[in-house]
């Protein structure tokens, strides 16, 4: 480790984050504390938004993406069995809507999930909030998963004590 890599992470160890940005030119991911806001381009590639979905469900198995879905009364059922765990639901006119609750330590719901936003990146982008534990350690963890994924980069962070720290594109 250099001496710049050292003093950057003394600069980390003192002070808290406001918010962490990183990606590629796909995906765009903002982690603070409680929520992690995730953009993927409708050119991301199937890989990245699992890579993406495991790598947080590896960070925190509390995670849990909240989503509003209106369905016929039996579709609700067979979301239940693919993880999704009901909060409410009730009757509309063109069907039901159903709140659900998307967990990260269930396996079958965020393969379902990875497949409802690859099938939704055909016709557009997609926005997702992930609502988690996290701290700065949980952070700094994510980011080191996400490293694994080809053209990652850190773009921004944002410290709640002193504003930004690092000269890098704004998302």
Excluded at 37 to 61: C, E, F, M, P
Excluded at 86 to 111: C, E, Q, W
Excluded at 153 to 169: F, L
Aim: aromatic share 10%; glycine share 6%; charged share 30%.
């Amino acid at each position: 480790m250099d001496n710049a890599e050292k003093k950057q992470k003394a600069i980390e160890a003192t002070h808290s984050l406001s918010s962490y940005a990183m990606g590629t030119d796909e995906v765009n991911i903002v982690c603070t504390y409680g929520k992690i806001s995730i953009w993927y381009g409708r050119q991301t590639a199937a890989v990245i938004v699992g890579q993406t979905l495991i790598s947080i469900s590896k960070i925190d198995k509390t995670a849990v993406h909240e989503t509003e879905l209106v369905c016929d009364f039996d579709k609700i059922t067979e979301y239940e069995s693919s993880g999704y765990i009901l909060v409410s639901y009730a009757k509309t006119h063109n069907g039901y809507r159903a709140m659900f609750n998307i967990p990260f330590y269930s396996d079958k719901a965020l393969y379902h999930l990875a497949e409802s936003i690859i099938e939704d990146l055909k016709k557009d982008d997609v926005h997702l909030d992930i609502y988690w534990n996290g701290d700065d350690s949980d952070i700094a963890r994510l980011s080191e998963e996400f490293k694994n994924i080809e053209g990652w980069k850190v773009k921004d962070i944002t410290y709640k004590d002193e504003g930004k720290h690092r000269d890098s594109p704004k998302i």
